[in-house]
């Protein structure tokens, strides 16, 4: 079992950051890619960022890129979001997922654990 526990989330003005952080613990011994998701009222939870264990490689969905950056520290147990030019619609939970494969996966339902969200709210 692994636990994941997001902080950073607060509320911003559009145009500003917010660092999300993501600590894991319990089995941290196995290598699990990481992801984050987020989920606006009323809408389906939405694929944000992926990485792999090592670090090497990332995805992000076309609605970030160029904006935020995932990263792993070097104990591999922490991942973090940097998010840059916030816009409204970038409000939502954000919520960290760790997933078992060696391949970067987009859907929701391919990670095995979750986190317990955290909030992210920029005014316009």
């Known amino acids: 079992q692994v636990q994941l526990v997001e902080s950073g989330g607060g509320l911003v003005q559009a145009g500003g950051s917010l660092r999300l952080s993501c600590a894991a613990s319990?089995?941290?011994?196995?290598?699990?890619?990481m992801g984050w998701f987020r989920q606006a009222p009323g809408k389906e939870r939405e694929f944000v960022a992926a990485?792999?264990?090592?670090?090497?490689?990332?995805y992000y969905a076309d609605s970030v890129k160029g904006r935020f950056t995932i990263s792993r520290g070097n104990a591999k147990i922490t991942v973090y979001l940097q998010m840059n030019s916030l816009k409204p619609e970038d409000t939502a939970v954000y919520y960290c997922?760790?997933?078992?494969?060696?391949?970067?996966?987009?859907?929701?339902?391919?990670?095995?654990?979750w986190g317990q969200g955290t909030q992210v709210t920029v005014s316009s």
């Open positions: 997922a760790a997933d078992k494969s060696i391949v970067l996966h987009t859907t929701a339902g391919r990670y095995d654990y």
């Open positions: 319990g089995r941290t011994d196995s290598r699990y890619a």
């Open positions: 990485i792999t264990w090592s670090g090497g490689a990332t």
